[in-house]
């Protein structure tokens, strides 16, 4: 049901504002390192041959085509809690005090990243975005969580 709505919302943006679209596909062609004449004449080509599918792969990394596994889906949590644990505890338990906090920090860092391409991976997703989208999810909440604990320190619960 998600994907159907997502493919109607780009077939308006096509259809509306067709120049912005074609802009992002040569700007991301651009940005992973394509010189201008080529990512302006493959952008062209793959936006004359279908433009709904290149439009649609590039903005949310895989085809129209392409089903997301459910089953990878389910595949990835299961493992996901007692791997990304594992490195963080491992952190916790052997470093010395003085540099647990940090490495804890990196460590959770590092466990979100393989877990995050990991699932990625098993459900045929976008491995750079969904590794990347992990590890800020994670020092946001970090943070959140630290913040909160500092309030309640400081006001001595």
């Keep these: 049901m998600l994907r159907k709505t997502i493919i109607q ?3 308006v943006a096509l259809a509306t ?10 700007q991301k062609y651009r940005a992973d390192g ?8 493959a952008t062209d080509e793959m936006m004359k041959k279908d433009a709904l599918a290149t439009t649609f792969r590039e903005r949310h990394g ?5 089903e997301l596994s459910a089953k990878g889906g389910a595949i990835a949590s299961m493992l996901s809690f007692p791997t990304g644990a594992l490195l963080p505890m491992l952190a916790i338990s052997l470093i010395p005090k003085s540099w647990s906090a940090l490495a804890t920090f990196v460590s959770v860092l ?4 393989f877990t995050g391409y990991a699932a990625a991976y098993l459900n045929g997703a976008d491995k750079k975005h969904a ?9 946001l909440t970090m943070l959140v969580t630290y913040v909160v604990g500092l309030l309640f320190k400081q006001g001595g619960l």
């Design 62 to 66: 895989f085809t129209i085509g392409q």
């Design 110 to 113: 590092i466990a979100l990243g």
């Design 17 to 26: 504002n067709y120049q912005n679209e074609f802009d992002f596909v040569y």
């Design 34 to 41: 394509i010189s201008n004449e080529l990512a302006h004449k």
């Design 131 to 139: 590794t990347f989208r992990n590890i800020i999810a994670g020092i």
């Design 9 to 11: 919302e780009q077939k």
